[in-house]
């Protein structure tokens, strides 16, 4: 009579745990079928300025979305820790903020529609092989230096440094002053520490210096040098980001990331949709114009009340901003 008493309730307790496994193996089935109906966001690493872009792609995305950090790790490479970290997913598609999260999602993801966007040098060091586009970092140059013409009126000589794999940005630079009645004084460099040198071979025939986005040229000891050095040369430094502009330069015209996200939101459909065919990377839309008013003050401009109408912020900024 024990004995029986027992057995059956050995079998109550096995019944019950199987069908506990049983609902626990549907709740997950449920959360990895949301999953894969969905995109991964891949941050490059979990920066300020990558907030807007992933906040306005999902509001723009009807999709569930969720999101991965890059981390710095010794043991493992981007691409085996974002497998890792998306191992229960099969994502539709993956939006990518930044060069590095673009190259470890498409490596750990090589048949995924991929959009990337706050990529800087994309051209240099992504491939849009297969299902992949993006939002560029860079706006159309002939509309930047209509801005900087604007705000400075006496602007004729502009010099720009890039790194030597950079032609194309020279190539459109030129093409862009021309028709403006501006010359543009170029100089390469193969390393970040050739910079300074590059930049005091320009210094004394330009009215302005332009930083583009490039990654062997943009350190922070080279916004720092070219920073103080343009403001003591009585250079106007032109920035590419808002937060350069918090730190010493003159104005940029950047952006708007929020803008970027909701574009990122259309292509990621479009590539859902039909990922044979793929749009061409694309120029962002709508830009930020920010003024430096302390380094004006330095430089002598005057920020009339039309300019800074002009500007969408006039900012006095402090080191600790950048």
């Given at each position: 009579?024990?004995?029986?008493n027992?057995?059956k309730?050995?079998?109550?307790?096995?019944?019950?745990?199987?069908?506990?496994?049983?609902?626990?193996?549907?709740?997950?089935?449920?959360?990895?079928?949301t999953?894969v109906?969905?995109?991964?966001?891949?941050?490059?690493?979990?920066?300020?300025?990558?907030?807007?872009?992933?906040?306005?792609?999902r509001?723009?995305?009807?999709?569930?979305?969720?999101?991965?950090?890059?981390?710095?790790?010794?043991d493992?490479?981007?691409?085996?820790?974002?497998?890792?970290?998306?191992?229960?997913?099969?994502p539709?598609?993956?939006?990518?903020?930044?060069?590095?999260?673009?190259?470890?999602?498409?490596?750990?993801?090589?048949?995924?529609?991929?959009?990337?966007?706050?990529?800087?040098?994309?051209?240099?060091?992504?491939?849009?092989?297969?299902?992949?586009?993006?939002?560029?970092?860079?706006?159309?140059?002939?509309?930047?230096?209509?801005?900087?013409?604007?705000?400075?009126?006496?602007?004729?000589?502009?010099?720009?440094?890039?790194?030597?794999?950079?032609s194309?940005?020279?190539?459109?630079?030129?093409?862009?002053?021309?028709?403006?009645?501006?010359?543009?004084?170029?100089?390469?460099?193969?390393?970040?520490d050739?910079?300074?040198?590059?930049?005091?071979r320009?210094?004394?025939?330009i009215?302005?210096?332009?930083?583009?986005?490039?990654?062997?040229?943009?350190?922070?000891?080279?916004?720092?040098?070219?920073s103080?050095?343009?403001?003591?040369?009585?250079?106007?430094?032109?920035?590419?980001s808002?937060?350069?502009?918090?730190?010493?330069?003159?104005?940029?015209?950047?952006?708007?990331?929020?803008?970027?996200?909701?574009?990122?939101?259309?292509?990621?459909?479009?590539?859902?949709t039909?990922?044979?065919?793929?749009?061409?990377?694309?120029?962002?839309?709508?830009?930020k114009?920010?003024?430096?008013?302390?380094?004006?003050?330095?430089?002598?401009?005057?920020?009339?009340?039309?300019?800074?109408?002009?500007?969408?912020?006039?900012?006095?900024?402090?080191?600790?901003?950048?």
């Amino acid at each position: 009579m024990i004995r029986s008493n027992w057995n059956k309730r050995g079998q109550r307790l096995a019944l019950l745990a199987a069908t506990t496994a049983l609902l626990m193996a549907a709740s997950m089935a449920l959360t990895v079928g949301t999953a894969v109906a969905g995109v991964i966001i891949v941050k490059s690493d979990d920066l300020p300025q990558y907030t807007p872009p992933a906040t306005a792609f999902r509001q723009a995305s009807k999709r569930e979305s969720v999101e991965v950090v890059l981390r710095s790790r010794l043991d493992q490479g981007d691409s085996e820790f974002l497998k890792q970290a998306a191992s229960t997913m099969q994502p539709s598609a993956v939006f990518a903020l930044g060069s590095r999260a673009a190259i470890a999602a498409r490596e750990a993801f090589p048949e995924t529609p991929l959009v990337f966007a706050m990529a800087l040098g994309w051209s240099r060091n992504i491939t849009t092989d297969g299902a992949t586009t993006g939002v560029s970092v860079e706006l159309p140059t002939a509309d930047l230096f209509v801005r900087f013409k604007l705000i400075i009126p006496g602007l004729h000589r502009i010099g720009l440094i890039t790194s030597d794999s950079n032609s194309d940005t020279v190539d459109e630079a030129r093409a862009a002053a021309s028709g403006l009645g501006l010359e543009i004084l170029h100089e390469t460099v193969g390393h970040h520490d050739e910079v300074a040198g590059a930049y005091r071979r320009m210094r004394s025939r330009i009215d302005a210096l332009w930083m583009v986005p490039d990654p062997v040229v943009v350190t922070r000891e080279n916004f720092d040098y070219l920073s103080t050095r343009c403001r003591n040369d009585g250079v106007a430094f032109l920035a590419f980001s808002e937060n350069f502009v918090k730190a010493g330069a003159l104005l940029s015209v950047a952006p708007s990331y929020s803008t970027m996200g909701s574009q990122a939101a259309l292509l990621v459909e479009q590539l859902i949709t039909d990922p044979n065919n793929v749009p061409p990377v694309q120029s962002p839309l709508g830009a930020k114009l920010v003024v430096n008013a302390d380094t004006a003050m330095a430089l002598g401009l005057d920020l009339n009340a039309t300019t800074i109408h002009m500007a969408d912020r006039v900012i006095t900024p402090t080191r600790e901003d950048f």
